[in-house]
């Protein structure tokens, strides 16, 4: 009875450190500034995020990232001297199964200025972002909060600036599967996103 007591105490452990291992808030849970390497077919972009001011925003990323819920995903939307957009159909064109949506933190004082990386919303729903994520281009001063909400930026590039620009450049237009009219017309993958280390000091 012991015996059967400990194997079922076991897999119940092993459930919850599968959970914690996956869920953003469990990930580096004391570093203020997590850094993720995002690899694409065009070359690698380093983030680092603001857990400080946008603490819903980070974790809920670093969970679909934990997840290898962003590798083998495409860059579907590109818009020069605007922003690149992501996080949201893999290669196949279905979309990522998302979690529920999250609380629209772009009051934080973080703006969405060239460099910086925000979560995408649908327009008339402040509080719907799941998966999906965007680089600003430029400094879009169109989507921070006014008089209603903006987009939650929650982090910045630190390396690499220069293949998001190489990705700005290429050529885009309407794309069938999606349904969107700024998709790359050679696609644009991210292979995976990883979590770097945590720095020491």
Do not use: C
Request: net charge negative.
């Amino acid at each position: 009875m012991l015996r059967i007591s400990l194997i079922i105490f076991s897999i119940f452990m092993s459930f919850q450190l599968l959970a914690a291992g996956t869920k953003g808030q469990y990930i580096q849970p004391n570093n203020l500034s997590p850094k993720v390497r995002i690899e694409t077919s065009m070359g690698n972009v380093v983030l680092q995020l603001d857990r400080y001011r946008a603490k819903i925003t980070v974790d809920n990323f670093l969970g679909y990232v934990a997840r290898g819920q962003y590798d083998k995903t495409l860059v579907h939307r590109v818009e020069e001297a605007y922003l690149i957009q992501a996080g949201g159909f893999m290669t196949n064109y279905t979309e990522i199964e998302p979690d529920k949506p999250i609380f629209n933190e772009s009051g934080n004082g973080l703006k969405n200025k060239d460099g910086t990386i925000a979560m995408a919303k649908q327009l008339n729903d402040a509080h719907s972002a799941t998966s999906q994520f965007f680089i600003n281009l430029n400094d879009n001063t169109n989507l921070d909060p006014g008089r209603s909400w903006g987009y939650a930026v929650f982090g910045e590039v630190i390396e690499g600036y220069e293949v998001l620009e190489a990705i700005s450049e290429v050529e885009v237009g309407y794309s069938e599967e999606l349904g969107y009219p700024t998709v790359p017309k050679k696609m644009i993958t991210i292979l995976r996103v990883v979590i770097l280390d945590e720095e020491k000091e």
